[in-house]
């Protein structure tokens, strides 16, 4: 199944490198997005304009 897997680079609760071996370990894993701004619980507030998009997306290709 396609994946996508993102993870702010400094998030001060789970280390970023838990995204990277999360997308190392997926079996079909197509993305991987680090995001230099923001936080555990910050990212979406700040990042939602690019974030929306993608999930929608990966919501959309469950329902198909």
Do not use: C
Not at 1 to 25: C, F, K, N, T
């Amino acid at each position: 199944e396609p994946s996508l897997i993102m993870h702010a680079r400094m998030d001060s609760l789970v280390g970023s490198y838990h995204g990277q071996q999360l997308y190392d370990w997926a079996p079909g894993a197509e993305t991987l997005r680090l995001f230099e701004r923001g936080d555990h619980n910050s990212i979406f507030p700040i990042w939602k304009e690019l974030l929306i998009t993608p999930l929608i997306l990966v919501k959309m290709s469950f329902i198909m």
